[in-house]
């Protein structure tokens, strides 16, 4: 029982991570942050554009039952972010967004802001986690 209770928090932890990177995103771009910073990326605020988002984050969530940094839950989420990113520049821009490899299509700093908000995803990620084992216990 207590594996499956990992599993769902982890998976949680995820889904958290996907909606406060998805509403930096959204919020970054509608006040001009990132248009102004060389990425030109304003996404709707719909369900839509989030629950695509939310879903594969909560399953990128799997990757903290890894057996590392078991009490070092911010450098895990930032270590699982690289992946991410990667999967962001080689994989979701050119394929599923048609934006160019590295994202180019949206701007110079593309590279630099996905980056930027897939840490935000592991560090949410991270703190979601670090609270409810703490709660849990």
């Known amino acids: 029982m207590a594996k499956i209770v990992n599993i769902l928090r982890v998976l949680a ?4 991570g ?4 998805s509403l930096a995103i959204w919020l970054f771009g509608t006040v001009g942050i990132t248009p102004g ?6 996404p709707p605020l719909t369900v839509a554009w989030l ?3 939310i879903i594969p984050s909560a399953l990128w969530g799997l990757l903290f039952l ?3 940094w078991k009490t ?3 450098r895990k989420g930032a270590l699982l972010s ?22 180019l299509k ?8 996905a980056l930027f908000f897939t840490l935000l995803w592991g560090l949410a990620a991270a703190l979601w986690l670090q609270y409810i084992w703490k709660e849990g216990k």
Request: no cysteine; aromatic share 16%; net charge positive.
């Open 13 to 16: 932890a995820g889904a958290f």
């Open 18 to 21: 996907g909606l406060v990177n």
């Open 37 to 42: 910073l060389g990425f030109q990326l304003t």
């Open 51 to 53: 629950m695509p988002r």
């Open 66 to 68: 890894l057996p590392f």
């Open 72 to 74: 070092a839950l911010f």
């Open 82 to 103: 690289i992946p991410l990113w990667l999967v962001m520049l080689f994989m979701v821009f050119p394929k599923k967004m048609d934006a160019g490899m590295l994202g």
């Open 106 to 113: 949206l701007g110079p700093a593309a590279p630099i802001w």
